[in-house]
């Protein structure tokens, strides 16, 4: 965990781990999770740096999804936040943005007749200033509410993006609990209906309904839309901060 930081633990490693739950949930509830092979395995993978290969997983498969969700929504909230022919979007307060970030970045956007012409070229103008942006708003301590959102909108993305693992997973673990069960009764012939038993299947069935319900491209995109405004929002700070005089200035 110490490999990690802030963000990579909240967006990236919380889902890995949240498809694992079912899991984990299984082999504590049935007793499991104290022998000693799965404490050796549970060890060895910890020390491997197995953390940082699950948060690198999800990751990747996060930015996949990114790329096709943003595509059948027309681009990243951020750009269409500052699209001047974006349909649905309040003018003076997109003017106010477009400002900012040219401010700040010494990046001019193309006009509405431009837009209009070549809106690849402009979009592309767009997405290099907003990243110049997101470079100039690292800072934690200045910006605590635009990183809140950052490590939001990157725990849905990841989220989505690894929803059909964390599905199989926890249905693997259901049919596994079920299985077991089965086998008490018709092999062991011993109690299959135990209280242990009835509580590892609830669980897990509890950890297949969340992967079910959770992720979701419309959280995804409230997550995308509350992040870009913070952003937009910082580089109104920033571009109010450039314009105030200097103290030598003032003298």
Not at 19 to 39: N, R, T, W
């Amino acid at each position: 965990m110490l490999w990690l930081d802030d963000y990579e633990r909240r967006a990236r490693l919380a889902p890995g781990l949240l498809a694992l739950l079912p899991v984990s949930v299984a082999l504590a509830v049935l007793g499991l999770s104290k022998a000693p092979v799965i404490v050796s395995v549970l060890t060895a993978l910890s020390l491997a740096g197995g953390p940082i290969v699950l948060a690198e997983l999800v990751r990747h498969q996060g930015r996949k999804v990114q790329e096709v969700l943003w595509a059948s929504w027309g681009g990243s909230p951020t750009i269409q936040k500052l699209r001047l022919l974006q349909e649905g979007q309040n003018s003076l307060q997109r003017e106010t943005w477009r400002k900012a970030v040219s401010s700040v970045t010494g990046i001019e956007f193309a006009s509405a007749r431009s837009e209009r012409a070549n809106p690849t070229r402009a979009d592309e103008a767009i997405e290099v200033a907003v990243g110049q942006v997101r470079n100039l708003t690292r800072n934690e301590t200045k910006f605590p509410l635009l990183r809140a959102e950052n490590r939001g909108y990157g725990f849905h993305r990841n989220l989505y993006g690894i929803r059909w693992t964390g599905r199989i997973t926890a249905l693997v673990v259901v049919l596994g609990v079920v299985g077991y069960m089965l086998w008490l009764a018709n092999v062991e012939h011993r109690p299959a209906l135990t209280t242990v038993n009835i509580l590892a299947l609830l669980a897990t069935a509890a950890c297949l309904a969340i992967w079910c319900v959770l992720p979701s491209p419309v959280r995804m995109k409230n997550a995308a839309e509350r992040y870009a405004y913070e952003l937009l929002q910082a580089a109104v700070v920033l571009a109010a901060e450039k314009a105030e005089p200097s103290p030598e200035g003032t003298q």
